[in-house]
C-alpha cells in the first residue's frame, strides 16, 4: 500500500521542484540573508491569524476565568472580577452542559460519516460521469454548497412544516400498509418534527449534510484526477471488483485528501449554530442546545454572562483541538513512515 | 483586566451574523463630537444626527407619526434623526450588542419592566433633573412613573401605557355564531369551533411559548390567584407550586394538549411569530397589545383590515370580569452612552411631551398618560377592553434576575414544554421549575 503512493507522488514531482530550486540563486538580489526571506513572506499571513484568529482567542480565554457581564466589555470598562476556576465548575455542574455534549457529538458522528460516504459516493460518480453531465452535476451541487446556512435552514423548515410541509405530505402519500409497516404509522398530517430534539436533530443532519456533502465531492473529484489511470488498467487486468479497487487503489491514494476532509468535517459539525438556531426557533427550546447555541445563550440573552459563555466555547474548543490533535498526529506518522 | 472594544466586538460577533446585524451596520461614520456651542445664528444643532431606536415593527400610522415628530425636531433644533426598528423579541440581544460594541442609540424605546434590568447594566441616563424641570412632565400621575424610578432617581419617561388583551377574528366571530367568550370554558369552546371550521392548521386561540411567553401565561395564573414568586424574608419564594399557579398553568398547556386549540408543532412561537400566522389568516384568537392591529393590516396585504378584528379582555375563571393582565407600558430614555446628551434630552422632551406624548400613545394603540387624553380613551370601542384591564393589571418579580429566568433560562416555556409532550405531569414540572426559578432569582 505504502508502496504505490510513494511511486505515485515520486513519479509526480520530486524532479520539477528540483530543477527549479536549481534557478535561484542569480534572483536573489533583495539583500535579506538567505533565512529572513520566508519568515519575512510569512509575516503577513501571521499578523492577519494573530489579529483576526490569536487576540480573539486569548481574550476568550481570558473571559472564561472572569465574571464578566455588560459593565466589563463597554467602552469605559469596570475591571472584571477573577473567578479562577469557577465558571468551569459552574458549567460541568450544570445539566445543561451533559445534555449539550451529547447532542453536539452525537450530531457531529452521525453527520461527519454521512457527509464523507455520501460525499465519496458522489465524487465516484461525477468521475465517471461524461464531461457535460459532470458539469451539470457540479453547478447543480455546488448550489446547494453555497447556499446560506440561514436559507439552507428555512428551507428545511418549511419542508418539514407540520401542516403545510412537502415532507408530511409525501408520507401521507404512501400507501398505508407501507407507512405502518416502515413507520408505525399512517396518518402524518400535523405531525411535528421541531418539537422533539431528536427530530430536530433528524432534521439538522439532513439539511447539513446536504449543504455540506458537495464540498467533499468535489474536493474528492479533484484527487480523482489526479491518480494515473494506468493503475486503474492494471487493475482492470488484473481483474480486480470495484469494490477492491477503491479499496486497494483509490482509498490508499486519496487518504491525504480524506484526512484533511476528514478533520474540516469535524470541527464544522461540531461547531454548526446557525441551522440549529433556526430550526429549533431560537433559543427556547434548551433540550436540543448543542454547545454553541448553549453558549451563545449564556452570553448574550438577557443577563449576559459571557465569562460563562466564553467558558462552554473554550470547552467546545478543546474538544475541537484534541480530536484534530489526535487526528493531524496519526497523519504526520503515517506520512514518516513513507 | 481591560477588555478592549475589539475584543467586545469579536464577543458579539455570533449576535450580529445571524442577522441581528442592523445594529453594526448604521455606521453613517459620525466624528461628531458634540458642538453644542458651534453655530451663533440658526438652530443650536444643525448638522447633527441623533439615533433613534423604536421597538416593533413600524407600519403606515407609526411611520407618519416618527416623520412629524422627527420633523418637528428638525424645526426645533436643526439636528437630523435617524429612526431605526427593533422587533421586540430582538430588542434584548440589540442592546446587549449596543453596550458591548459601543455603537448604540442616543435615544431609545424601552418596555418599562426592562428598565430596572438595564439600569443595573448602567445602560442609561439619569434624567431625573429634566423629568422636574418638564412642566408636561409634572402632569403624568405619579404612580405612572414606578418602573421607571430606581432608588428615587428617575431613568426614563413613561411614554404610552399599555396592557395586553386578547385579539381575534371578529368576521370569523359572526360567521361561525361566537358569541365573545366570557369564561374560560367558552374560550376553550370557542377555540374548537374556529379550529374544526376553518382547519386543522389554524390556531383558535394560539399558544405562546416563545421569548414571551410569560405574557400570555401570566393572565390564566393571577385569574385564578396564584403568582410567580413572592419576596419573603429577605429573599425570593417561588410560588409556581401553589394548587393557583398550577390551575393556570394547566389550562394553558391544555390549550395545545388536550382542547387543541393551538398547533402542536408550534410551541415555540413568540408573540411576533403568531402575529405573522394572524395576518395570514391562520389564528383566531391571542394574547397581545393594541399595537399589532395596524401591523397585521399592512403585513396581511389587506387580507386582514380593520373591521375584521377586534379586542376582548380575557376574562377570569368563573367569567366575573376580566383577568389580570400584564401591566406594561412603553418608555423613552436616554441611553448613557448618547453622543449628545443634550440633543437626546431635547428629543425626550418633544417626544414624550403632551402633543407628541399623547399621540404616540393613541396611534401605537397604547394608553395616553396624560389624564385628560385617557378620559377620553374609555369610551373607545378599540381601546375599552385595554382600559378595562389596566386596572386589574399586574406585574412580574421585580428582580433583575427575572431577566433570566424569562429569557436565558426560558424556565416556565420549558416547563410548558415538557408537559404538553408528555414528559412530565404538571406537578413534576412545576416542582423542578420552582427550584430553578428560586436559584436563578436569588443568585447575586
Redesign the interface.
Known amino acids: 500500500m505504502a508502496q504505490t503512493s510513494t511511486v505515485a507522488r515520486g513519479g509526480g514531482d520530486s524532479s520539477a521542484p528540483a530543477r527549479r530550486r536549481s534557478h535561484r540563486p542569480p534572483r536573489r538580489s533583495s539583500g535579506l540573508p538567505a533565512w529572513v526571506v520566508p519568515y519575512a513572506l510569512l509575516l503577513p499571513g501571521l499578523l492577519v491569524i494573530a489579529v483576526l484568529l490569536l487576540y480573539p482567542l486569548y481574550q476568550m480565554v481570558d473571559m472564561s476565568f472572569h465574571k464578566v457581564g455588560l459593565r466589563q466589555i463597554r467602552p469605559n470598562p469596570q475591571p472584571a472580577e477573577f473567578l479562577g476556576l469557577d465558571n468551569y465548575t459552574q458549567v460541568f455542574q450544570s445539566d445543561l452542559f451533559w445534555t449539550s455534549l451529547r447532542n453536539t457529538v452525537t450530531f457531529a458522528v452521525i453527520t461527519v460519516a454521512l457527509t464523507l460516504v455520501g460525499g465519496t459516493l458522489v465524487g465516484l460518480l461525477l468521475h465517471k460521469l461524461g464531461k457535460k453531465m459532470s458539469t451539470f452535476v457540479i453547478v447543480g451541487i455546488m448550489a446547494a454548497w453555497a447556499t446560506p446556512p440561514t436559507a439552507t435552514a428555512i428551507i428545511w423548515k418549511w419542508l418539514f412544516d407540520a401542516d403545510a410541509g412537502v415532507v408530511n405530505w409525501a408520507l401521507n402519500l404512501l400507501p398505508d400498509w407501507l407507512s405502518s409497516l416502515v413507520f408505525g404509522r399512517s396518518d402524518w398530517s400535523g405531525q411535528p418534527w421541531l418539537n422533539d430534539p431528536t427530530t430536530i436533530y433528524l432534521v439538522l443532519i439532513v439539511a447539513v449534510v446536504w449543504a455540506s456533502f458537495p464540498f467533499i465531492a468535489v474536493s474528492v473529484l479533484a484527487g480523482l484526477k489526479s491518480i494515473p489511470s494506468e493503475l486503474y488498467e492494471a487493475a482492470r487486468v488484473d481483474g480486480s471488483t470495484p469494490t477492491r479497487t477503491f479499496r486497494k487503489i483509490t482509498f490508499p491514494l486519496l487518504k491525504p485528501v480524506f484526512s484533511v476532509l476528514l478533520v474540516l468535517s469535524v470541527i464544522w459539525d461540531f461547531k454548526v449554530f446557525t441551522q440549529l438556531y433556526v430550526l429549533a426557533g431560537g433559543t427556547t427550546n434548551r433540550d436540543s442546545f448543542n454547545l454553541s447555541l448553549w453558549a451563545y445563550t449564556e452570553a448574550f440573552s438577557a443577563p449576559p454572562k459571557m465569562g460563562f459563555g466564553a467558558a462552554i466555547a473554550v470547552i467546545l474548543t478543546v474538544i475541537m483541538l484534541i480530536i484534530t490533535a489526535v487526528y493531524v498526529r496519526q497523519i504526520v506518522r503515517t506520512e514518516d513512515v513513507r | ?3 478592549g ?4 466586538a ?3 460577533t ?2 450580529l ?3 441581528v446585524a442592523a445594529c453594526g451596520s448604521g455606521e453613517p461614520a459620525k466624528t461628531a463630537d458634540p458642538q453644542a456651542s458651534a453655530a451663533a445664528s440658526g438652530p443650536k444643532y444643525a448638522g447633527q444626527t441623533l439615533n433613534v431606536w423604536r421597538l416593533g415593527a413600524p407600519n403606515d400610522v407609526q411611520n407618519k407619526y416618527m416623520a412629524d415628530l422627527d420633523a418637528k425636531f428638525k424645526e426645533q433644533t436643526g439636528a437630523e434623526v435617524n429612526v431605526q426598528w427593533i422587533p421586540w ?1 430582538d430588542a ?2 440589540k442592546w ?2 449596543a ?2 460594541g ?1 455603537e448604540g442609540p442616543d435615544v431609545t424605546e424601552f418596555g418599562n419592566d426592562q428598565v430596572a ?1 438595564w439600569v443595573s ?3 442609561l441616563t439619569d434624567i431625573s433633573d429634566l423629568v422636574k424641570s418638564s412642566p408636561d412632565f409634572q402632569q403624568i400621575p405619579q404612580n405612572l412613573w414606578g418602573y421607571e424610578t430606581i432608588d428615587s432617581k428617575v431613568y426614563a419617561a413613561p411614554w404610552g401605557g399599555g396592557t395586553r388583551a386578547v385579539l381575534y377574528r371578529k368576521d370569523w366571530f359572526k360567521s361561525l355564531g361566537i358569541e365573545v367568550p366570557k369564561t374560560w370554558e367558552e374560550l376553550v369552546a370557542a377555540g374548537k369551533k374556529i379550529v374544526e371550521k376553518k382547519g ?2 389554524v390556531d383558535g386561540f394560539a399558544f405562546n ?3 414571551d ?1 410569560n405574557m400570555s401565561l401570566s393572565p390564566f395564573v393571577w385569574s385564578a390567584g396564584g403568582d410567580f414568586a413572592a419576596f419573603e424574608g429577605g429573599k425570593w419564594v417561588g410560588k409556581l407550586t401553589d394548587p393557583a399557579f398550577k390551575e393556570g398553568f394547566q389550562f394553558y398547556t391544555d390549550l395545545v394538549a388536550k382542547s387543541g386549540v393551538s ?8 408573540s411576533v411569530d403568531i402575529s405573522q400566522r394572524f395576518a395570514a389568516g391562520k389564528v383566531g384568537m391571542y394574547v397581545t397589545g393594541g399595537w399589532d392591529i395596524a401591523t397585521i393590516k399592512e403585513q396581511s396585504k389587506g387580507k386582514v383590515s380593520e373591521d375584521q378584528m377586534a379586542f376582548f379582555s380575557l376574562p377570569n375563571k368563573e367569567g366575573s370580569g376580566p383577568a389580570p393582565a400584564f401591566q406594561g407600558g412603553n418608555d423613552i430614555a436616554i441611553w448613557k ?1 448618547a453622543k449628545s446628551p443634550e440633543l437626546a434630552a431635547e428629543y425626550l422632551k418633544l417626544a414624550a411631551g403632551k402633543e407628541y406624548g399623547t399621540r404616540y400613545a393613541k396611534e401605537g394603540g397604547l394608553l395616553p398618560l396624560y389624564p385628560d387624553a385617557l378620559a377620553e380613551f374609555a369610551s373607545d370601542p378599540v381601546q375599552a377592553p385595554f382600559a378595562e384591564t389596566f386596572k386589574v393589571a399586574k406585574g412580574f418579580p421585580a428582580s ?2 427575572w ?2 429566568a424569562n ?4 424556565v416556565l ?2 416547563a410548558a ?1 415538557s408537559v404538553i ?1 408528555g414528559k412530565k405531569d404538571a406537578d413534576t414540572a412545576l416542582a423542578d421549575a420552582n427550584k430553578e426559578l428560586e436559584t436563578i432569582l436569588n443568585q447575586q
Open positions: 483586566m481591560k477588555f472594544k475589539i475584543a467586545a469579536t464577543a458579539t455570533t449576535a451574523a445571524i442577522g423579541p434584548q440581544k446587549t450588542a453596550l458591548a459601543g434590568a447594566q448602567d445602560a386543522k392548521d411559548g416563545g421569548s411567553a398547533g402542536k408543532s408550534r410551541l415555540s412561537q413568540n452612552d433583575p434576575n431577566a433570566e429569557d436565558t433560562k426560558a416555556q420549558n414544554r409532550e
